[in-house]
Structure formats: C-alpha cells, structure tokens
C-alpha cells in the first residue's frame, strides 16, 4: 500500500470498503467543514498513504503532488485526520464483519460485556538516530476499536495502572500484565480481568489462603479436557478470590514454548529452572468473574477469542513500527491508530482472497468473493 502509483491495486482494496465513501464520511462527520477540493475516496488514500506507507504528512501531500492527485499543505491533511476516527472506525467495522461471516467461529465475545483487549509494542521511528518508543493501547471488541492510545519511551511498563476501568467491562490480557497491583486496580473499579497467569510474578493462595503447589493441581489434569481451581491474592492488606482456569496444550506448542523459555533465560544469562518448563505445558488464565457469569469453558474461550485475531494484531504491530508516532495522545493519535488497524485489516483480506496466486489476476470456476490477487511483477 505504500506505492500508490499502481491504480489497480486501489481498486481492488476500495472494493472490500463501504460503495459509498462519501456518505459515510459525511455520517461519521468527516467531511464536517471540508471545501471539497478532496473527496471522502482521495482523503482515504492520503490517510493509508501516510500511515501504512510510513510516509510522514509533509512526504505524503508531496507524493500527492508527484502523482497529480491533489495540491494540500501537510497542515490540511493533520487536521483531517483528526477528525477520522469515527470513520475509520466505520470501515474497520465493514471488514470485521466479512472477517467474522469467513471464518464463520462460535460466538465468543460475552453478552452483555463490553470486551476490552489491552497490549503494548515497541517502535523504532526511522533513521539510525530514531527513537525507541512503547505504544500502549486498548481495543474493544469484537469491533476492533481503539479506544486507549499512550507513548511512552521504550522504558515504559506493561500496567493496567494506565488505563481507566468500569463496571461492565471484561479486560483480556496477556501475561505482560500479569501483576497483582494491575488486576487489583482492574477489580476495584468494578471491571473483570482474564490474565495470562505468570507464575514468577503473580504468587497465589489457595481458597483458604495457603501457600499451594500449583504445578500437583497442573499434573492432574486430563490430556484434553480443561480444570479450574479456586485461588486468592493479596494486594495492600486486600484479599481477592480468583479461578485459575488451565488446559494441557499440544506436543508442538509445549516444545515451542521451551525453546522460548530456554533462549529468554539464555538472553538474561538465567539458569533455567525445570518448575518453568514443566509450566510451559499448560495454558493458564486467571479469572475474577463469578463461574455463575462466565464458565470455565467460556473463559477459555474468551482467552481464545484474543487468539482469533492474534494475525491481525501481529500485522498491526508490525505496521505500528512503519512511520512517525503520534507524539500525543489527542484525537490524531487515536486517528493514526484506527488507521494502523484499518491497514492491518485490509492485509488480512488481502491474504484471504490471494489463497491462490496467478499471473492472470482471477480463477477458473471461483465465485467473485474468493478470486485470487494477480502477482505484479
């Protein structure tokens, strides 16, 4: 997407979006204020151009000129993207839903609940003198909304503590955020949390508040079938009751999950100890939710359902390491970021309908959802 000068390309992305740009926009109040010198469809070009091409704003409006597009100072184009997140947002929501009919999955997501996926990536601006930052970042789902940006420097920690929380919300994160003062915070403002459970750093008690072994309870376990234990954690004088909910994983993703264990203690100069191997065969989640809420089997599931759009956040990250970072976290930066998810989206359809490449651009006997991309060389 970062070479605009290929005309078919466009086409083919603008026929995944929304047949009228333009009417959105305007619902979505984009084009609130607009001269109409540019439309919805070329502002929408701009906007990937800049942030899934790494191009800066000033490098992005000169492209544009190159091409003949349009004539727009970098200024113009920075106040319009302040005002795209609703619609960004929008689209994203159209390629969620071809996404979602595609893969045709269980409903995973709770009712009732406004689900909330948090993480944090690292990001190197360009230029050997570039600067290492951490964006810190809350999606809801399953709409795939940005609704929390924060830079910090590369120092910056993964901790809940950066975010706001409220009764209704499920908060679904990985053990980065695996802390007690973190999920602590998460209960106290009335919010629920499902955590990668990380036992290095997360002591836990049983029911009764005794030092437990958690690996015998892991041992017991069927080769297939899930298992939950009622456990507690101490925070500031505080107790709070929580289900540690685990499953045996495969042969593969245990092997693969050591060989991650034993390169990171390699990394640190670290002796690895064999209770982290042995905790490398499971996946563990703790859960503050009531069973009578939510089952052991659906918060699994909910853990899971993270899991289904792992590919497009490891697409995002990889597109949130392209350009120049939002240096506040105003309207723009939040902009910048539903446009970094946009992209991400687009990529995944593009995989989808490229399963089967061919010089000739299209298929024998396909229906039109499923055609295959041309290869350009």
């Not at 979505?28 to 906007?47: K, N, P, Y």
Request: charge should be positive.
């Amino acid at each position: 997407m970062s070479d605009d000068s290929l005309p078919e390309e466009w086409i083919t992305l603008r026929g995944w979006l929304s047949d009228d740009l333009e009417s959105g926009a305007q619902r979505c109040g984009f084009m609130r204020r607009s001269t109409g010198r540019v439309d919805a469809e070329m502002w929408l070009r701009l906007i990937l151009m800049h942030v899934a091409g790494g191009l800066s704003l000033k490098q992005t409006v000169l492209r544009a000129a190159e091409l003949e597009w349009c004539e727009l100072s970098h200024v113009a184009l920075f106040k319009r993207l302040r005002v795209a997140h609703d619609w960004l947002t929008d689209l994203c929501g159209g390629l969620l839903e071809w996404q979602r009919q595609r893969i045709d999955e269980p409903h995973v997501w709770p009712e009732g609940w406004k689900v909330r996926l948090i993480d944090a990536t690292d990001v190197q601006e360009p230029g050997s003198t570039g600067t290492s930052w951490r964006i810190h970042y809350s999606l809801s789902m399953p709409s795939m909304v940005c609704d929390h940006y924060e830079l910090t420097d590369g120092k910056g920690g993964e901790k809940f503590g950066r975010f706001n929380f409220s009764k209704g919300e499920f908060v679904v994160v990985d053990r980065g955020y695996s802390h007690r003062a973190g999920v602590a915070h998460v209960i106290d403002s009335e919010a629920n949390a499902l955590v990668r459970w990380n036992p290095a750093s997360f002591p836990l008690e049983d029911s009764k508040g005794n030092a437990d072994d958690m690996l015998r309870w892991l041992r017991k376990l069927p080769k297939t079938a899930p298992g939950e234990k009622n456990v507690l954690f101490r925070h500031d004088g505080r107790i709070y009751p929580m289900r540690l909910c685990a499953v045996r994983k495969s042969r593969l993703a245990t092997e693969t999950a050591r060989k991650k264990a034993r390169e990171k203690a390699k990394k640190k100069g670290n002796e690895i100890q064999p209770e982290t191997l042995e905790y490398a065969e499971y996946v563990m989640v703790l859960c503050s939710a009531d069973w009578r809420l939510v089952s052991m089997g659906a918060a699994l599931n909910l853990y899971r359902g993270r899991w289904q759009v792992e590919l497009v956040f490891k697409r995002l990250k990889s597109l949130l390491q392209a350009g120049h970072v939002p240096k506040e976290s105003d309207a723009s930066a939040r902009a910048w970021m539903q446009a970094k998810i946009l992209s991400a989206l687009l990529i995944e359809r593009t995989l989808w309908e490229g399963e089967f490449l061919s010089p000739w651009g299209h298929g024998f006997g396909r229906g039109r959802a499923s055609e295959p991309l041309a290869i350009v060389y």
